[in-house]
């Protein structure tokens, strides 16, 4: 059976998405932090900025390409790293690799995935990038670093704006926790999505797959994430970044950037790109939209190293923003999995082909042929 016809957008997905999987799922996917103030600004500011129409051009032949740490790629787009990406489609992070690497696309992997990078590497036995946090136990990071290598991952991803948990409303109220618990609420919730708890039988995993070989056998999914929780190190000093930088062998990309100085501390440290992003509006609320935050950044440190950015790309149009504003590609959060969870690897294709397709109609409608032609003065803010 072929995708519904009229999931013709991310605000489709997203919905669709909404009555497909448990309410705990797509509400750990939707929200933000505290009162989801940084969240929704990271919208806002994207809608302020206008696009400038430009006519009466040749722009027959567009070229979406570029490099992303020197892979060609058919558009500057790769997938973000999402924890529990398992729960909201069976063998998610598989599936997801699988789509990423069809469509030609880096697929970054969260640690706190529910497929293990092991997984990965059955799975589909194809490079990938993987996320980690530094954890206080170094062992515990090491292990993460060296499953990572054997399991076919280039390039090492360091978040470094999960430095403390910030708490989102919606999973407390929730009661989110891995595997998910059965509470009347959560029946009778599933009961309106029986389809999510079938597919699921075919689930490889349900609990973190990248945390379950170095506990001790027997240690419940429960302790593990409890565990886990108070290993984010707080202490990010220079050792810490300098130690995580000789632990691996080959390219390092910095995230959760949003100011010029932290961009250049970066580099300096030896960052061959940086994410700027704020988490999705996930961690600190109160926040500055990334799109706000990037021009400064792009200044200080673009053309040194690759600079990517995250969070609100909801179109195509909203990639446009962040390369006209400095970003050389741009991670696909929500946007992934809204169409992940509204209808399996299909959906997540398609939404990956929808932001395509809608980044190609504003490079021709703002008079662009190829990448290198977005600049800042094809946007208007008002
Ligand atoms: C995330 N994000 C994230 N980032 C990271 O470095 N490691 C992680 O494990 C996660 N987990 C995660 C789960 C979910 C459900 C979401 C939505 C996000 C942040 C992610 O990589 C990216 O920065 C944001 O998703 C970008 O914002 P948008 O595009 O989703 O609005």
Redesign the pocket.
């Known amino acids: 059976m072929g995708l519904d016809p009229r999931l013709t957008d991310i605000v489709a997905l997203r919905e669709r998405a909404r009555r497909r999987i448990p309410r705990a799922i797509f509400d750990?996917?939707d929200g933000g932090s505290y009162t989801e103030s940084t969240l929704s600004e990271?919208r806002v500011a994207l809608d302020r900025l206008r696009l400038k129409q430009r006519v009466m051009r040749d722009v027959s032949n567009r070229d979406l390409s570029t490099t992303i740490l020197g892979q060609n790629v058919p558009a500057p787009m790769m997938m973000?790293?999402?924890?529990?990406t398992g729960l909201v489609h069976p063998n998610g992070e598989v599936e997801a690799l699988k789509v990423a690497h069809r469509q030609g696309l880096p697929f970054i992997h969260?640690?706190?995935a529910i497929c293990s990078a092991d997984d990965l590497a059955e799975g589909a036995g194809v490079p990938y990038w993987f996320?980690v946090y530094i954890m206080k136990d170094r062992d515990f990071t090491r292990y993460l670093l060296d499953m990572a290598k054997r399991s076919g991952a280039t390039t090492l991803v360091i978040?470094v704006d999960l430095v403390v948990n910030a708490l989102r409303h919606r999973d407390a109220v929730n009661g989110l926790s891995v595997p998910l618990r059965l509470t009347g609420r959560s029946v009778l919730d599933g009961m309106t999505k029986p389809g999510w708890a079938l597919r699921m039988l075919r689930a490889k995993r349900v609990g973190f797959g990248n945390y379950a070989g170095y506990l001790p056998k027997g240690t419940g999914t429960q302790s593990m994430a409890k565990w886990v929780a108070t290993q984010f190190e707080p202490l990010l000093t220079p050792e810490a970044i300098g130690w995580i930088r000789d632990a691996w062998d080959g390219p390092i990309v910095i995230?959760g950037i949003m100011t010029p100085e932290d961009a250049r501390l970066a580099v300096d440290y030896g960052a061959q790109g940086i994410v700027v992003?704020n988490?999705?509006g996930?961690q600190l609320d109160g926040g500055q939209a990334t799109i706000d935050a990037l021009p400064a950044i792009a200044a200080e440190v673009g053309g040194q190293v690759q600079v990517y950015a995250?969070?609100?790309?909801r179109t195509g149009a909203d990639i446009f923003r962040f390369l006209a504003r400095g970003a050389d590609a741009c991670?696909?959060?929500?946007?992934a999995?809204y169409g992940m969870g509204a209808a399996g690897p299909a959906g997540l294709e398609h939404a990956l082909t929808l932001l395509r397709n809608e980044l190609d109609v504003a490079m021709a409608l703002t008079g662009c042929r190829s990448l290198s032609d977005i600049s800042p003065d094809l946007l208007i803010q008002d």
């Open positions: 750990y996917v990271n973000a790293p999402t924890g529990l969260s640690t706190s996320q978040t995230k992003s988490h999705g996930r995250d969070s609100g790309i991670l696909i959060g929500r946007a999995l």
